[in-house]
């Protein structure tokens, strides 16, 4: 479904020209659930923005191509973009809250997408989008279809975004840190909340994390990701398991659990 092969990423106004994603590849099959991981300036998000056609006008893409089911997107027009961004390939966010807007209501902005996708009438468009406000737990819908984004919590602001992400059946979701910003608690209700649209609705989705705990609950494959660099790629098992760049070294020994702290792969004894 998805094939990413040597992607580079520079900047236009620095020389000699600031790489921060380098020859960067990946595959994904439909319905599946593949994980991006690494620490802050890796260039996770940087590879997510330019799967969504988003970057900003001083980022350029300096090699490399992009298909998505058979269609180069690096050749899309602004149009073209706007037919395939919220309609096949989606978002979700780090932060709700600067994601949505604050002066639309949460019902007008989960419609955003039909209104530009579909030919639903205003009622039809209502009653999809309170459907889909069960669909991801969100309570009393009719209510919530009125209300602001700084009246709802965080973790109802992020179910927000994922009923967005998939109102209009979106072939691949890209979630970047969906879960950073929420507690413990709210967190899993999220990860096991994106497993289940997954299965229920078969999107593919790029989880792109800083944390392998999160990778190693939702994820099958995963890519680690060191400055700008794939330096690791696997099952999360083999990964997990048998680690073999030193980065993925490091971050295995920064998971925090003490009663199953990995140590090259291997359980402390």
Known sequence: MLEIEGLSIGFRDVEPPLEVVRDFSLTMEPGEIVGVVGESGSGKTMTALALMGLLKSRARITSGRMMFEGRDLLT???KGWEEVRGKE???IFQEPMTSLDPLLTIGRQMEESLRLHTDLDRRERK???L?????VGLPQPEKL??????QLSGGMRQRVMIGAALITNTRLMVADEPTTALDVTIQAQILALLKKMNQEHGTAILFISHDL?????????????YRGEAVEMGSVEEVLSSPQADHTKQLIAAIPDREN???????RS
């Open 145 to 150: 279809y009125g209300c602001y984004p700084h």
């Open 261 to 267: 702290r990995l140590r090259g792969g291997k359980e």
């Open 89 to 91: 390939i989606s978002m």
């Open 127 to 129: 009653r999809r989008v």
């Open 76 to 78: 899309l027009s602004r």
């Open 213 to 225: 705990r999160v990778i190693r609950s939702i994820c099958s494959r995963v890519v680690v990701m």
């Open 131 to 135: 459907d889909m406000m069960e669909q």
